[in-house]
């Protein structure tokens, strides 16, 4: 089987970007690698602002081009997930009860409120971000949060027996992880950033889609796009904040 094959279908699986899909690759160990396509528009479209408006405000502007593109490219799905999850899974409610609130395409005020601090956090982060030159960060963080989705759905079982999680969960070889966790140390290494960045990434990609799967007992596939747009917040927080000295050389 071409490896391409599998590259093929997690962009098409996490992206709008029209390329065909054949049936029977598994597109999970992929999921990073087509994280690297997202950052690496993200960080360019930022890079192109930054230069045409330069100062604070071009910084500004870059971030939220960088929240813009990513929204665009992936057809805001992963928004979609983290406020119907949010929604589901605050308030004392039944299993079943948190399971019928994901399936409903309404949001709520939890919803609204984890999606607008979300969106801030990773614009206002981004602008940083392009202010510092920290543009390696910009593609870790697209990573950061496909690696945290693969290892999920290759790790922990579904929470319900039919939808997109139940589709994609499965235990999976040691070669799958390897894969998997190749961009990671292919953007640690050419992008170079910080490595607290790195560190928190690694642990909020672990951490995260574990405590919310424990309110509904497994993943549905809106703990696992909550999973990736709080990954990505965390790590371009941290690279946002952390001094230019701690930068990997």
Known sequence: MS?????????????????????????????PWAGIVLGSAGALAAAGVGAAVPGDLGALLAGVVV????????????????????????GTRSREERLRIMRDSRIGSFGAGALTLALLTCAASSGVLVSTGRLGVLVLAPVMGRWSAA??????????????????????????HLLAALPLA?????ARPGLPSVAAGVVAALAIPRLLSRRVGGLTGDIVGASIVLVEAVVLFIGAIVPASWLLP
Not at 67 to 90: E, N, P, R
Not at 153 to 172: E, F, H, K, N, W
Not at 186 to 190: E, F, H, M, P, R
């Open 3 to 31: 490896p391409l094959r599998g590259l093929r279908a997690a962009i098409a699986w996490l992206t709008v970007i029209p390329v065909p899909a054949e049936p029977g690759a598994d597109p999970v160990p992929w999921f």
């Open 151 to 176: 290892v999920a759905l290759s790790t922990l079982q579904a929470a319900r027996p039919d939808g997109l999680a139940a589709r994609l969960v499965s235990a999976r070889p040691a070669g799958a």
């Open 67 to 90: 929240v813009a593109s990513w929204a665009a490219l992936t057809g805001m799905m992963h928004l979609d997930g983290l406020a119907d999850a949010f929604d589901a899974l605050t």
């Open 186 to 190: 292919l953007v640690g290494g050419l």
